[in-house]
């Protein structure tokens, strides 16, 4: 029997916020915060709703995750992301001692790694998961608004 | 007649907000953003009240401010901060083009600078506006702390 719960299982989800996104016109970023193959938080960009340059998914996620756990550091759980985070969210999620992320597509020019933004030692971080699938859709979602301005 | 407005009477302001953090039990750093020289947001540290690691004073005052502003961006603006922002908070204002941070005390092991984050181009840095001050309030709470565990 195949295990259901695996990195490509939820980042299907953290792609399904990514959608949600998408069709409301913010730049598709999702997220799902897991602990024991359990989703406790799910996020997505809501920058333009909510005119707020902090409303990445990234950053929803992490206060939803830590009022579900009643503490503010996310240990023992995992951040599936659709998209290399930035400096502010790689920020934050070395504020949380988050166990692991995973991302998918990479962001060579804003992502977190160009800058040397440090993530907290006790935070792994995996990559490549569904990345075409992830990258595609902000592909699309740049063409369109390319094609409408 | 002396101009009332500068950056003192600001960082001033902010040094309230920390103060308001310091009563709190939280790390005592505060914020103000200011145009014009109208303070149009405030924020001061709640991450332990919140149970929030996101909840620094700087991430509520740049949403503070762009409420206020009816804009995501905050040109214009200035945000007088009493510590060095961290990386997270370096981030959110590289979002948010703030025209110009001036912060008080420096933080060498947790401040932007040492990680390399960047700031947009088009933001403004000025350091040591009542470093002093803004220093002392937050070695006291340390020291307190620790003579209490």
Redesign the interface.
């Known amino acids: 029997m195949l295990a259901p719960y695996n990195d490509e299982y939820f980042m299907k989800k953290a792609l399904e916020e990514a959608k949600t996104a998408y069709e409301k016109g913010e730049i598709p970023v999702g997220v799902v915060v897991v602990i024991n193959d359990r989703i406790i938080a799910r996020g997505h960009n809501l920058?333009e709703t909510l005119?707020?340059?902090?409303a990445h998914a990234e950053?929803q996620a992490?206060?939803a995750a830590?009022?579900f756990l009643?503490?503010?550091?996310l240990q023992n759980c995992t951040m599936y992301i659709t998209l290399e985070p930035?400096?502010?969210?790689?920020?934050?999620l070395?504020?949380?001692q988050i166990s692991k992320i995973v991302f998918g597509a990479k962001d060579p020019q804003r992502g977190y790694r160009k800058?040397?933004?440090?993530l907290h030692p006790k935070t792994e971080v995996e990559s490549g998961i569904l990345e075409k699938e992830c990258g595609a859709l902000l592909k699309r979602f740049f063409i369109e608004k390319r094609n409408l301005n």
């Open positions: 920058t005119n707020d340059v902090t950053m992490i206060t830590a009022d009643g503490g503010k550091y930035c400096q502010m969210c790689a920020g934050a070395y504020w949380s800058f040397g933004v440090q």
